[in-house]
Structure formats: structure tokens, C-alpha cells
């Protein structure tokens, strides 16, 4: 179904440039009125310190005037889903009317006609590769692979995942969860294999293991999961994490000490988060217009903000809508061009290499 998932979302290199682009088109007046009709949006598993949701949400609220009712921030995707399902029958406060979910659940919402379709004004920049081609899901936004670096005690920032193999980073690197269970785990696993095996994605999460294999036998890995509190520590002083996580500790720890994020020059691996609307929306319109708001280039930046990567990304970063000092606060532009988004298929093959080889080849109880 999205077997083409992991093509390339080129970037233009040219980032900062004036705009001569035409302005986004705004939604029609007749879907505003009926959405102001409707006088209610719900949302779910919507953290107000994620991706900058927060601003995002005042930032519709102001715009359209609108009441959010904000369902069980801290759900997950599955939960999410499930919601939906329990309030087919239900148009009260508990049906939720939009969700945002972890790539795999898009294609499945579909196919059990949870979602219905509808696109966007800004439909054509949202690249083919991170979108239902009949506007059931599409993708929001994507972080990548990366390090963060507490620079009080690494004073020289490894470049690349191979970096990481030298005796100068004895002891310090960490992963983000246990790569076990843990998709964030995972994913470093499988991005430094990526590197190994020269983009090879078949390879790369038995490459993976090999390469975490030499990392622990060298001393440099630390079987400890890799959060704010051990980077300030010194406990894990290089953690392997999604970027926009490695930026929000960044502004967090303010500092104390202060926090390099890089993002490697090789294996650089993406996740993407989709949205949908539910084929049982209460509020359908007010539904439609929050799609509309998320996906204007108001919204984009939005979540910018946050330091998730909106799908439109290079379409805002080619026509210069990015302000200076926005792009100032996160790693080279450039350094996203070598992102993959690897498919449905090849995630669910490298996850069971990863999580039932760990043991028997790294050997490393990460807790």
C-alpha cells in the first residue's frame, strides 16, 4: 500500500530565498461558516509540549473561534483508534473527530473504514511518497534519527554513526529506550546498521546489531536508557534519539550543560506521524478546517516550533516562508535531504531482526 514510503523528500538547498510563490489558498467560506456552525472541534492524544501543539491549538482557536475539546492527551495511537471505535453511535464529547497516529495506523484505519477522506487546499505540496493518494491519511509531520551531545564533557561532536566506534567516546553512548521493545531504540539500532550497510535497508538491521555489537565490545556503550536527566548527569553523554526530542532537552536544560544535535551524515532515518479524519466525526467541517489550519503554512510552522519537521517542509524552506531565526534553532536544513522513510514492510522485517537478535548478539541488558 505505501511500498514507496521510503523515497527521498529532496530539499532544496537554496533555504532561505525571497518568496515567489503564491500564498497558500485559504479554506472556502462555506466550509468556515459550516465549521463555526458546528462550534466544536475534539481532539485526542494532542500534548500541548509535543511538536508545539500547545501554540497550535490557541493558534486555531484564535482564528476561527472555535471551542477544542481535548480528549486524553497523553493516549497513544492505539488508543486513539480505539476511540473511534467505541464512539461510532456516540456525537457527544467522548467521539473524537480527528486523530494523529503513528505511520502504520493510517493504511489500517482505512481499511477498517475508520477515516474518511478529504484533502486539503494545500493538497499538491504535501509530497505523493507521505500521503494517501485518495486523502484518507496523510503525513503531518517526521523527526530523524540523531545525536545529542552534552558538550561539557564531549567537546568534539561525532559526525557520523562510525564516530561512534572510537576510543574518545569510551563510555558514553546510550540509546533511548530498551531496543527490545522500544521503537525509538529501535530505530537508532537500525539507523546506525543503515550506515553500515550503505543504505542497504534489507541489511541494515542485521548491520545494526553488528555494529552495536563492536560499540559494546569497545567499552563506548552504555546499557542505560538515555533521557535529560543522565545526558545533564554525564551518565549517558551521547544518547541516540529522535530530533525533535534532542532539541526540546536542549531548550529545557537552557545550558546546564549545554546540548549539541546532530544529525548524522549517513543512516539518517525518519518517523512520520499522520493525520486522519473519523469517518464518524461529530464535527466533520470543524474537522475539515483543523486539517485546513494544520496543513496552511500557519500550521506548519506551528509545529516547526516545535521542532517536528511539517510534511511541507521543503515546500515552505524553497519559497523562503521559514523565518531566519527559526531555521537558526535547528540543525543544517541540508543535513535532512538523505531522510528515509522506511515503508510498512521493511520496519515490521528490521523490528523482529533487532528485538529477537539484541540479546544473543549485543548481549546488553539496556534498562
Known amino acids: 500500500m505505501i511500498s514507496h514510503m521510503r523515497r527521498l523528500l529532496s530539499l532544496s538547498t537554496a533555504m532561505v530565498v525571497a518568496s515567489t510563490a503564491i500564498a497558500a489558498a485559504e479554506p472556502s467560506a462555506e466550509l468556515i461558516a459550516a465549521a ?20 497550535v491549538i490557541e493558534g486555531f482557536k484564535a482564528k476561527y473561534g472555535l471551542t477544542v475539546n481535548e480528549l486524553n492527551p497523553d493516549a497513544g495511537s492505539g488508543d486513539e483508534i480505539e476511540a473511534i471505535k467505541a464512539n461510532k453511535d456516540n456525537k457527544g464529547d467522548q467521539a473524537p473527530d480527528v486523530i494523529d497516529v503513528g505511520l502504520s495506523f493510517g493504511p489500517s484505519a482505512k481499511a477498517e473504514k475508520l477515516i474518511q477522506p478529504y484533502k486539503v487546499e494545500t493538497w499538491d505540496t504535501i509530497p505523493d511518497t507521505a500521503k494517501d493518494a485518495e486523502g484518507y491519511w496523510y503525513g503531518d509531520y517526521y523527526g530523524v534519527m540523531s545525536f545529542e551531545v552534552n558538550k561539557d564533557i564531549v567537546k568534539e561532536s561525532p559526525k557520523d554513526w562510525a564516530d561512534l566506534l572510537k576510543p ?12 527490545r521493545t522500544a521503537n525509538q531504540a529501535i530505530s537508532g539500532v537500525f539507523a546506525a546498521g543503515l550506515s553500515a550497510a550503505g543504505g542497504d535497508v534489507a541489511k541494515a538491521g542485521e548491520a545494526g546489531l553488528t555494529f552495536f555489537k563492536e560499540l559494546n565490545a569497545k567499552g563506548n556503550f552504555v546499557p542505560v536508557i538515555g533521557k535529560s536527566a543522565p ?6 553523554p551521547i544518547i541516540l534519539r ?10 529545557t536544560l537552557a545550558g546546564n ?28 467541517n470543524a474537522a475539515k478546517l483543523w486539517m485546513e489550519y494544520l496543513y496552511s503554512d500557519e500550521g506548519q510552522l506551528g509545529w516547526l516550533k516545535g521542532y517536528c519537521h511539517p510534511i511541507r517542509f521543503n515546500d515552505l524552506a524553497k519559497n523562503g516562508k521559514i523565518p531566519q531565526d527559526l531555521l537558526d534553532k535547528l540543525p543544517p536544513a541540508a543535513s535532512y535531504e538523505k531522510a528515509v522513510f522506511p515503508t510498512l514492510e521493511e520496519q515490521e522485517a528490521y523490528k523482529e531482526v533487532i528485538t529477537k537478535g539484541w540479546d544473543t548478539v549485543v548481549g546488553a541488558n539496556v534498562q
Open 36 to 55: 463555526k456552525a458546528e462550534g466544536t472541534l475534539t481532539t485526542i492524544a494532542l500534548p500541548h509540549d509535543w511538536c508545539g501543539y500547545g501554540g
Open 168 to 179: 574518545e567516546y569510551a563510555n558514553m553512548v546510550a540509546l533511548a529506550g530498551d531496543p
Open 231 to 236: 545526558l545533564a548527569q554525564g551518565t549517558t
Open 242 to 251: 529522535w530530533d525533535y526530542n534532542a532539541l526540546a532537552d536542549r531548550d
Open 257 to 284: 550543560p549545554p546540548v549539541d544535535v546532530v544529525v548524522p551524515a549517513s543512516g539518517v532515518v525518519a518517523g512520520v506521524y499522520v493525520q486522519a479524519i473519523s469517518a464518524y466525526a461529530p464535527h466533520p
